[in-house]
């Protein structure tokens, strides 16, 4: 009776465990699907907020809608992603979650400093979303990957898309000043492009 009754608690708990990696497993893609409609959204808002030459309130009317919905999208999805990897089981992970922090952290810090030092760029809120979403995705994947719903070669290849990604932003950071108005319109465009990529791409691997 007891061998029977602990059978059954023990069916119980792997059931519940079980029940609570498909609910973080489905937060986080839902969270990346959110992440990439904020993307779409942000693109359309700067493309009708930014045109060189136009002056408009850009957060008024149609516009603040289309901001407002952008907000929304990323917080629910960076929300939804943290909460899902947060609750995946942990203990098989092929990288250190805290670890990813603290590199984004310090490449944060080390990016800010040359890029206003030696390159001479402002410093805005895009080398934050940068660097964010970078550390954002590599956790995503590995949480992923260690949770049995990202098999290791899609590991790497999340890993090295998300990185490429993260590439392309910082010279695209570095050059938005650097070129002439309608250029540095497009040259925007890009990474938000690439990112909303980037989210879609992990959301399919994982499926």
Not at 62 to 78: H, M, N, P, W, Y
Not at 136 to 159: H, M, T
Request: with cysteine; charged share 10%; hydrophobic share 55%.
């Amino acid at each position: 009776m007891l061998k029977t009754s602990l059978r059954a608690h023990s069916r119980r708990q792997k059931g519940s465990c079980m029940e609570a990696a498909s609910a973080s497993y489905h937060r986080i893609l839902l969270g990346q699907g959110l992440l990439c409609l904020c993307c779409i959204v942000y693109l359309i808002w700067w493309s009708v907020s930014f045109r060189p030459g136009q002056e408009v309130n850009r957060v008024g009317g149609a516009r603040g809608i289309l901001l407002l919905g952008t907000a929304a999208l990323g917080i629910a999805g960076v929300y939804l992603s943290v909460m899902g990897l947060s609750a995946l089981p942990k203990g098989a992970e092929k990288l250190s979650a805290p670890g990813i922090c603290i590199a984004g952290a310090a490449m944060y810090v080390g990016l800010l400093a040359v890029t206003a030092v030696f390159f001479h760029r402002p410093v805005t809120t895009e080398l934050f979303l940068i660097v964010g979403f970078w550390v954002l995705e590599w956790c995503a994947a590995n949480a992923l990957n260690a949770g049995g719903f990202l098999a290791d070669p899609r590991l790497v290849i999340s890993l090295v898309v998300s990185s490429a990604v993260f590439a392309a932003g910082m010279v695209l950071y570095v050059l938005y000043y650097r070129v002439e108005a309608w250029r540095a319109f497009y040259l925007a465009m890009v990474p938000l492009a690439l990112d909303g990529g980037a989210a879609l791409l992990l959301l399919l691997l994982a499926l």
